[in-house]
């Protein structure tokens, strides 16, 4: 058979290709095979391969499809882990070495699982120095015990750390520990990587004196800077979210790319059947600017579920012609790597001593992604939890016209980091839902700081800054301007020896509990440190959870008509 070449039109609809690209193709004379290779347009255009990944949450072992510990005796599906991470990366970095592959981390490694909890950055650095990535960045949660707890992890990481938007100036520790940027040189070009980190992680974590500035407009400078020393390309490593990485691709025509983390979206071609996942968007996404450039923007999801791999063709000038790629889903068909698997078992042995400690059961899901549009049974337990704690073990000398010290509870959907399943609990279960060690944390607020928070909660609808809720009742007319659409509010009594639900007295002082995140005005709650009074510091989270999860198996919460939303 005589090999015949001939142009083949693939549409851009196909599942990874990016764009409309015209294939070579021909026919092999002795199999009759038919043979594709690479564009020809590509053959002159200069490929950079983005292997990313995002918001790995202390996910050291497989998961199940919820991301908490996998128990496959269960009949659970055991899917990630690090080891797989590893493996797919240094797979497709064998699979693109002709393609000048970087490996980008866009931070969010520590907290999430009873590994960090016992463990630390020590682990974290070990680990993530088996496969150094080219670049990272900080996530918030980097912050989660201070600056003290992140120094001596950028002390031992291989991997050159970028942020652009700290001020750093009076915390002379974190001093020298990062760059802004990062140029790297693959194929006789200069690819600059540029870290970001969200301007309100002073909200998100300890972070002391630390200031987090404005993201375009310091990102504008130093892309600048990079510009005038000759880097032709750059990749803007963002720990924002994809709402600000939007800001930033529409805002800044010279970047090439935002490789993006913190919201834990998942990006996706095509059809995602048997993923643990909706996608919430094509990957990736794409901006086009007037003068003619595109800037594009991926993410991977999150909890080492995924590894994102896209490449980019670009011409002469240093414009984007093609690109292709997806996220690589982590499933049981990929193998984990040997090395990590002999690593994490003396790490193991430490964290099995709490981690299979059976504490309750639960007959119904405990569901996470239904908190962030209205009521949850997740957040209802939790919350539940809270006045329990206070209405025995926290509870003052009692008084005859008072049941509790504290009647209303309340914290965010983002406290509660994912569903638990019905069945046994494990103590290693019930850290991964609840990872942050807050304190329960008391304090008095007026009525009308209360309608505040409430008002707060429903401009952040949909999102995991929404409140749950013990001890309210609220109704949310969406359709009204931001700051009326709390439009009733009922509230358990504390001076009552029969508890009942009463309205909102704006100029009543009650007396309520949070997390310390959430008193501290973490997720934009800033009204309730500037207006709490009589402030008593609980006990850690986890400990009075766990009791209350066992005193309360078989766990039922269900939904009790504590938030009511019109949204339409």
């Known amino acids: 058979m005589i090999s015949l070449p001939w142009l083949l039109t693939v549409c851009c609809a196909l599942a990874v290709v990016g764009r409309c690209t015209v294939l070579h193709q021909s026919v092999d004379s ?13 053959e002159q255009l200069f490929p950079l391969t983005i292997i990313h990944l995002n918001d790995f949450h202390a996910r050291f072992e497989e998961t199940n499809t919820v991301s908490t510990r996998c128990k496959p005796d269960e009949g659970e599906r055991c899917i990630g882990g690090y080891a797989r991470v590893v493996s797919r990366v240094k797979s497709l970095q064998r699979e693109y070495a002709d393609r000048n592959p970087i490996y980008l981390n866009a931070g969010d490694n520590f907290q999430g699982t009873l590994w960090y909890s016992l463990l630390r950055w020590n682990v974290t650095a070990h680990f993530l120095n088996l496969l150094p990535a080219d670049v990272m960045t900080l996530g918030n949660h980097e912050f989660e015990h201070g600056i003290g707890g992140l120094v001596p992890f950028l002390d031992v990481i291989d991997s050159p750390v970028v942020v652009t938007n700290i ?36 909200t998100m974590g300890m972070t002391e004196r630390l200031r987090f500035l404005d993201e375009v407009e310091q990102l504008r400078m130093e892309i600048g800077r990079l510009k005038e020393e000759g880097v032709q390309h750059i990749v803007v490593l963002s720990h924002c979210g994809l709402e600000i990485d939007r800001i930033i691709a529409r805002e800044l025509p010279d970047v090439d790319v935002v490789v993006g983390g913190h919201s834990h979206t998942f990006l996706y071609n095509g059809t995602a059947d048997g993923f643990p996942d909706d996608p919430e968007d094509t990957y990736p996404i794409v901006v086009e600017h007037p003068e003619g450039r595109t800037t594009l923007i ?46 994490l078992a003396p790490w193991r042995e430490q964290v099995n001593v709490q981690a299979n400690r059976q504490i309750g059961y639960s007959a119904v899901m405990l569901a996470k992604p239904d908190c962030a549009r209205g009521e949850c049974n997740f957040g209802n337990f939790i919350t539940d939890g809270y006045i329990d704690y206070f209405a025995t073990e926290g509870q003052k000398a009692p008084k005859p016209d008072q049941w509790t010290e504290v009647a209303i509870a309340f914290n965010t959907g983002g406290g509660m980091r994912t569903s638990l399943f019905a069945g046994n609990l494990t103590f290693d279960d019930l850290v991964t839902a609840v990872p942050f060690e807050d304190t329960i944390d008391s304090f008095d607020l007026l009525g009308r700081d209360l309608l505040d928070v409430l008002e707060h909660s429903a401009s952040r609808y949909g999102t995991s800054d929404t409140m749950q809720m013990s001890g309210m009742k609220v109704t949310y007319d969406l359709r009204r301007p931001a700051g009326s659409r709390v439009v009733s509010v009922s509230l358990r009594c504390r001076y009552c020896s029969v508890p009942h639900y009463e309205p909102l007295d704006p100029e009543r002082v009650y007396r309520v509990a949070t997390g310390a995140y959430i008193r501290k005005g973490g997720s934009g709650y800033t009204m309730i440190p500037a207006r709490a009074t009589n402030l008593l510091i609980g006990p850690v989270d986890i400990a009075v959870l766990e009791h209350y999860v066992r005193k309360m198996t078989p766990i039922v919460s269900g939904t009790e008509g504590r938030i009511t939303v019109i949204a339409e």
């Open 298 to 343: 991926v993410q991977a999801a999150s909890y080492a579920k995924y590894v994102g791999r896209i490449t980019l063709y670009f011409d002469e000038e240093g414009n984007i012609r093609e690109w292709e790629g997806n996220p690589e889903f982590l499933d049981s068909s990929v193998p984990q790597d040997e090395e990590v698997l002999a690593q």
């Open 167 to 202: 001020d750093d100036r009076e915390e002379p520790t974190l001093q020298g520990k990062y760059t802004k940027s990062v140029v790297l040189a693959r194929g006789g070009r200069k690819i600059g990587v540029v870290g970001v980190i969200h301007h309100l992680t002073n």
């Open 30 to 42: 002795a199999s009759g095979v038919v043979i594709a290779k690479q564009p020809s347009v590509s």
